[in-house]
């Protein structure tokens, strides 16, 4: 659907399913839960990864901090295939760039209450600015039972950034230099005592202030996401890269559970994506392969079966894809433009910053084919340098066949991004097939 035409899929219920999910989720943590009630009230059954996985068939979803794993056996069951099955596997990303508070972050500066943060992953740092924020993510309570954490999510306007006036710095709309410790610290409030942020997040979580031991808390934009365009063919929102993946990836495992595949069926978000993976619930960690290793011996398979499994596995890592921007239509490769609305991107690099080949190429192709919608491949530029996602990094922990792929979208890791209303239909309908194929 090159031209922005709408096609056949249902664009109005899947696109409001995408606004619903991102507007409730503002942290990593916040996506999985989101993630986690969708399968849990389709029938997924969520487990302690500290017990013993179940031995009968069935739908189950674990969480890992910010990331969540998911996965059905009960197809594989049905369809005889035993507990050397391979695995088809949805890879997706729940975090997202933003500004996170500091350990100490109450502070006074010219009669300002301030909050220090510091800047995660690649973000746009213009973007940022004179935006009303709000307060989300999780703290880590002391209890009568031990420690615990709770989530919690203020929508109300809070923090703001606040850019120079033109005035006293005239050049800035020629060459705008921003100071990520001096220029990024957001307001809070007036008077000449720091705030209390502890306190609020004490009230926040039901807590007295003395239980609150640490905490990870994130900024977010309150402006919720909407469509926008002449035809309400675009959506507009925060972290859509990367939860349109992780919205899509939830949907297609509903989708595909249950059927009889003569394979597993996986869905994987992982945190931390926008850093490097590097960490105890990130790509490179243990949480897909012990998790996969798990679901074969307690189907009775020995680790010869795993590893025969993982053989037979071929991984599909979604995120985001840079659309073609028409005002910089000389910074894309002029060869492969990308077309919102355009239907599901592979994301192909000689150098394997993306981790797609030919065979793992043709098993998305064939996906897309079965599900009817287009397909549309991206490529950098060879004079620039390439993004890279967890496709690489899974491909190399697994030995799996391993495609990467995104969906076309605008302003990548701005506040505020941009992706096609008619896309998130074909997106689920591509990863839905991708997790059954016919």
Same mark, same amino acid.
């Given at each position: 659907?090159?031209d922005g035409?709408?096609p056949?899929?249902d664009s109005?219920?899947?696109?409001?399913?995408?606004?619903d999910y991102?507007?409730?989720?503002?942290?990593?943590?916040?996506?999985?839960?989101?993630?986690?009630?969708?399968l849990?009230?389709?029938?997924f059954?969520?487990?302690d990864e500290r017990?013993?996985?179940?031995?009968?068939p069935?739908a189950?979803?674990?969480l890992r901090g910010?990331?969540?794993?998911?996965w059905d056996?009960r197809?594989t069951h049905a369809?005889?295939?035993?507990?050397?099955?391979?695995f088809?596997?949805v890879?997706?990303?729940t975090?997202?760039?933003?500004l996170?508070?500091?350990?100490?972050?109450d502070?006074?500066?010219?009669?300002?209450?301030?909050?220090?943060v510091?800047?995660?992953?690649g973000?746009?740092?213009n973007?940022?600015l004179d935006?009303d924020l709000g307060?989300?993510?999780?703290?880590?309570?002391r209890?009568?039972?031990?420690?615990?954490?709770?989530?919690?999510h203020d929508r109300?306007?809070?923090?703001?950034?606040?850019?120079?006036?033109i005035h006293?710095?005239?050049?800035?709309?020629d060459e705008?230099?921003?100071?990520?410790q001096?220029?990024m610290v957001p307001?809070?409030?007036?008077?000449?005592?720091p705030g209390?942020v502890t306190?609020?997040l004490?009230e926040?979580?039901?807590a007295?202030?003395?239980d609150?031991?640490s905490?990870?808390v994130m900024?977010?934009p &309150?402006?919720?996401?909407? $469509?926008?365009?002449?035809?309400?063919?675009?959506? #507009? @929102?925060? +972290? =859509?890269?990367?939860l349109a993946?992780?919205?899509?990836?939830t949907?297609?495992?509903?989708?595909?559970?249950a059927?009889?595949?003569a394979h597993v069926?996986v869905?994987?978000l992982?945190?931390?994506?926008?850093?490097?993976?590097?960490?105890?619930?990130g790509?490179?960690?243990?949480?897909?392969?012990?998790?996969?290793?798990?679901?074969v011996t307690?189907g009775?398979?020995?680790r010869?079966?795993y590893?025969?499994?993982l053989a037979a596995?071929?991984?599909?890592?979604?995120d985001?894809a840079h659309?073609t921007?028409p005002?910089?239509?000389d910074?894309h490769?002029p060869?492969?433009?990308?077309a919102m609305n355009g239907?599901?991107v592979?994301k &192909?690099?000689t150098n394997? $910053?993306?981790?797609?080949?030919a065979?793992?190429? #043709? @098993?998305? +192709? =064939?996906?897309c084919e079965?599900?009817?919608?287009?397909?549309?491949t991206?490529?950098?530029?060879?004079?620039?340098p390439c993004?890279?996602t967890?496709?690489p990094?899974t491909s190399?922990?697994?030995g799996?066949t391993t495609?990467?792929f995104g969906?076309?979208?605008?302003s990548?890791?701005?506040?505020?991004?941009l992706?096609?209303?008619?896309?998130?239909?074909?997106?689920v309908?591509a990863l839905?097939?991708?997790?059954?194929?016919?």
């Amino acid at each position: 659907m090159a031209d922005g035409s709408a096609p056949r899929f249902d664009s109005d219920t899947e696109a409001q399913g995408l606004i619903d999910y991102v507007d409730a989720s503002p942290t990593p943590f916040h996506a999985c839960e989101q993630a986690a009630a969708r399968l849990e009230a389709e029938g997924f059954v969520r487990l302690d990864e500290r017990e013993p996985f179940p031995t009968a068939p069935g739908a189950h979803l674990l969480l890992r901090g910010g990331s969540l794993i998911a996965w059905d056996t009960r197809g594989t069951h049905a369809a005889g295939a035993g507990p050397a099955a391979g695995f088809r596997v949805v890879g997706a990303h729940t975090d997202s760039p933003n500004l996170r508070l500091k350990p100490h972050a109450d502070h006074v500066k010219a009669g300002w209450q301030m909050l220090a943060v510091e800047p995660y992953g690649g973000l746009i740092l213009n973007s940022w600015l004179d935006r009303d924020l709000g307060l989300a993510g999780r703290v880590a309570v002391r209890t009568a039972d031990g420690v615990t954490t709770r989530l919690f999510h203020d929508r109300d306007p809070l923090l703001r950034v606040a850019q120079l006036a033109i005035h006293l710095d005239r050049t800035q709309n020629d060459e705008l230099s921003l100071n990520r410790q001096q220029h990024m610290v957001p307001l809070w409030g007036l008077g000449e005592a720091p705030g209390d942020v502890t306190a609020y997040l004490a009230e926040q979580v039901g807590a007295e202030r003395e239980d609150v031991l640490s905490y990870d808390v994130m900024t977010h934009p &309150v402006q919720p996401s909407a $469509r926008i365009g002449l035809e309400r063919e675009l959506v #507009a @929102a925060p +972290r =859509l890269d990367n939860l349109a993946t992780s919205y899509a990836g939830t949907r297609a495992l509903l989708r595909a559970a249950a059927s009889e595949p003569a394979h597993v069926p996986v869905l994987v978000l992982f945190d931390h994506e926008e850093i490097g993976s590097t960490s105890e619930r990130g790509a490179t960690s243990t949480l897909l392969p012990s998790v996969l290793e798990r679901i074969v011996t307690a189907g009775g398979g020995t680790r010869e079966d795993y590893w025969r499994a993982l053989a037979a596995t071929v991984i599909a890592s979604g995120d985001m894809a840079h659309a073609t921007h028409p005002n910089y239509a000389d910074r894309h490769e002029p060869m492969h433009r990308i077309a919102m609305n355009g239907g599901p991107v592979l994301k &192909v690099n000689t150098n394997l $910053r993306y981790a797609t080949d030919a065979v793992g190429a #043709a @098993a998305f +192709r =064939l996906a897309c084919e079965q599900a009817g919608v287009p397909v549309q491949t991206f490529v950098t530029r060879s004079d620039l340098p390439c993004g890279s996602t967890v496709g690489p990094v899974t491909s190399s922990l697994t030995g799996a066949t391993t495609v990467d792929f995104g969906a076309p979208m605008l302003s990548m890791h701005s506040a505020r991004e941009l992706c096609g209303a008619h896309d998130v239909p074909m997106y689920v309908a591509a990863l839905a097939a991708f997790l059954d194929p016919r």
